[in-house]
């Protein structure tokens, strides 16, 4: 009895074992066979209020090139010329200001350089002239020193600008012995030339007299 009861425990547990994995194993075979479940289902829009329609949720933004109409792509060909246009344009009046800028530069350089030389011309012209009148102030004297007759002989001989140099200078009880021992032709021209310079009227009375 103690041996059949035994077995039958065995046996039963072996069924229990049996039994169980049998059931697991289905289990599994119908979770492999059943479609995927269905996403939550979304909320309900909110019911109309007095009549008023919901309004239509917002369309997202377009981002794709090719939706665009012909006529905005060319719009926007046409901006991107222009685009184009105005950066050439800042750049080509970029580059003429800096051309400007170096020209003034240039012409400043120029004008200080003229006015350095210009201040140099007159210091020349300064000292050449006091060199000349220093020249002709010595000539006034030796003449003026002489014989009135000697003095004529040279005067008949001198060039008009030189003897109106030394004659203009000449004071007048010195100019008029040597004038009248020179040729009355001569002395004329002096007296009138003289007169020109000295702006005296024609008309007066003659240095020799």
Same mark, same amino acid.
């Given at each position: 009895m103690l041996t059949v009861k035994v077995g039958d425990i065995w046996d039963g547990f072996d069924g229990v074992l049996?039994?169980?994995?049998? !059931?697991?194993?289905? %289990? @599994?075979?119908? @979770? *492999? &066979?059943?479609?995927? &479940?269905? /996403?939550?289902?979304?909320? *309900?829009?909110?019911a109309k209020q007095d009549g008023q +329609?919901?309004?239509? @949720?917002?369309?997202p933004a377009v981002e794709d /090139?090719?939706?665009?109409t012909q006529t905005e792509?060319?719009?926007l060909q046409k901006l991107a010329e222009r685009r184009e246009l105005l950066?050439?344009?800042?750049?080509?009046?970029?580059?003429?200001?800096? #051309?400007l800028k &170096?020209?003034?530069?240039?012409?400043?350089?120029? !004008?200080?350089e003229l006015k350095l030389f210009q201040d140099t011309i007159s210091k020349l012209i300064k000292t050449y002239n006091e060199q000349q009148n220093a020249k002709v102030a010595s000539l006034v004297k030796i003449y003026e020193? =002489?014989?009135?007759?000697?003095? @004529?002989?040279?005067?008949?001989? #001198?060039?008009?600008?030189?003897?109106?140099? !030394?004659?203009e200078r000449m004071k007048e009880n010195k100019l *008029?012995?040597? =004038?009248? %021992? =020179?040729?009355? +032709?001569? *002395?004329?021209?002096?007296? !009138?030339?003289?007169?020109?310079?000295?702006? #005296? /009227?024609?008309?007066?009375?003659s240095a020799g007299g």
């Open positions: 049996n039994g169980s994995i049998s !059931v697991s194993e289905a %289990k @599994a075979q119908q @979770a *492999a &066979a059943a479609p995927p &479940a269905a /996403p939550p289902a979304a909320p *309900a829009a909110p +329609a919901t309004p239509p @949720a917002p369309s /090139p090719t939706l665009l792509i060319e719009l950066d050439r344009r800042e750049t080509e009046i970029s580059q003429r200001q800096g #051309l &170096a020209a003034e530069s240039r012409i400043d350089k120029k !004008v200080e020193a =002489m014989k009135p007759k000697d003095a @004529a002989l040279i005067f008949q001989e #001198l060039d008009m600008d030189t003897l109106l140099l !030394v004659a *008029a012995p040597i =004038m009248s %021992k =020179m040729n009355p +032709a001569r *002395a004329t021209e002096i007296t !009138v030339e003289l007169s020109r310079l000295r702006n #005296l /009227p024609k008309s007066g009375p």
